[in-house]
């Protein structure tokens, strides 16, 4: 066990809102616990909010009973909103009424998943630098424009803390362990809740087609990254080439020898998923969501989106609506 000579501790306040994902919950929540028993005293403490203090049903449906309405919740040090399958809520305008009230007192705020949504919306990370789960992000970048998210596991950016939710709550909260106690007691913790790796802020998330990318060459990676980070202006195949050092035709062979695809169908595979998050996750019109993934045409958009998905932008957008 590692002895605690700190004097104060630090409380931390969860607010749950309807349909919140329980993983991203339960594992920072498990970090600080385990960070207390190694620790020998609860140096760390939390509790739970709601809108009106009602139970909440997580995304798994089970439901949580909280301590407080967030109207009446005590001073905390910091107060994470957890967000999961949908941003829209019973008492929304209380929330983000909170989140003012919080941001105006100059206290923490964190998220963890897509309650970055919430800390947007409540005006707390203008001039601040965040993240969200990957799935969210390209409708977060086009609602707010001016906030730069990133494509990292978390985001501390003064006394704002964002996370990508389910494992990256573990990364953060040990990066909070850090700052307090040293690496030696993180380590530890990571080790307790067998968290193979702990990551910096600096890496990124295992997006959706970025995941298959495990293992594989650091120039397909590089690539990769920089074809996700340009969807909207796309690169070309020599400014690609450059970027990893390499010549149009090792790109070629590089992606064939790893992805069996060509570079440039792998990129526009990357463009049309961005324009179907976009598609179900905004309101945008389609045109507006075809410059936004760089198509200058509406028809060929439609075209290049019925090959890959078997029907067409509309279709998509329907189906979000029933």
């Excluded at 028993?37 to 203090?53: F, H, I, K, N, P």
């Excluded at 070309?236 to 695809?261: D, I, P």
Aim: glycine residues 6%; positive net charge.
């Amino acid at each position: 066990m590692l002895k605690d000579t700190t004097p104060a501790g630090r409380p931390f306040a969860f607010l749950l809102v309807d349909k919140f994902s329980m993983l991203s919950l339960a594992a920072a929540i498990d970090v600080v616990r385990t960070a207390n028993r190694l620790l020998e005293r609860e140096y760390y403490s939390w509790t739970t909010a709601s809108a009106d203090g009602v139970t909440v049903m997580a995304s798994n449906g089970l439901a949580l009973k909280v301590d407080y309405a967030v109207a009446d919740l005590p001073a905390q040090d910091i107060l994470f909103t957890c967000v999961g399958l949908t941003t829209e809520f019973p008492g929304k305008s209380k929330v983000l009424a909170a989140l003012r009230g919080w941001g105006r007192q100059g206290r923490g705020l964190g998220a963890l998943a897509a309650g970055t949504y919430l800390l947007a919306e409540a005006g707390q990370l203008d001039g601040y630098r965040c993240t969200i789960h990957w799935e969210n992000r390209a409708s977060f970048q086009e609602r707010f424009p001016d906030i730069e998210c990133t494509n990292n596991v978390y985001e501390i950016d003064r006394n704002r803390y964002t996370c990508a939710g389910a494992s990256t709550s573990i990364d953060l909260m040990l990066e909070i362990v850090r700052a307090d106690f040293g690496s030696t007691l993180a380590t530890a913790v990571a080790n307790q809740v067998q968290h193979e790796r702990i990551r910096s802020q600096g890496d990124r998330q295992r997006t959706g087609p970025e995941s298959e990318l495990a293992g594989k060459s650091e120039k397909l990676k590089k690539i990769v990254e920089l074809m996700a980070d340009n969807l909207d202006e796309p690169f070309s195949a020599a400014q690609l080439a450059k970027a990893a050092n390499l010549s149009v035709r090792q790109v070629e062979r590089l992606f064939l020898r790893h992805l069996n695809v060509t570079p440039s169908r792998y990129y526009m595979r990357l463009r049309l998923e961005r324009a179907r998050e976009l598609l179900r996750q905004t309101n945008m019109p389609i045109l507006s969501v075809a410059l936004a993934t760089g198509f200058s045409s509406h028809s060929y958009f439609a075209q290049s989106y019925r090959l890959q998905f078997g029907r067409p932008p509309s279709e998509e957008r329907r189906s979000k609506v029933s």
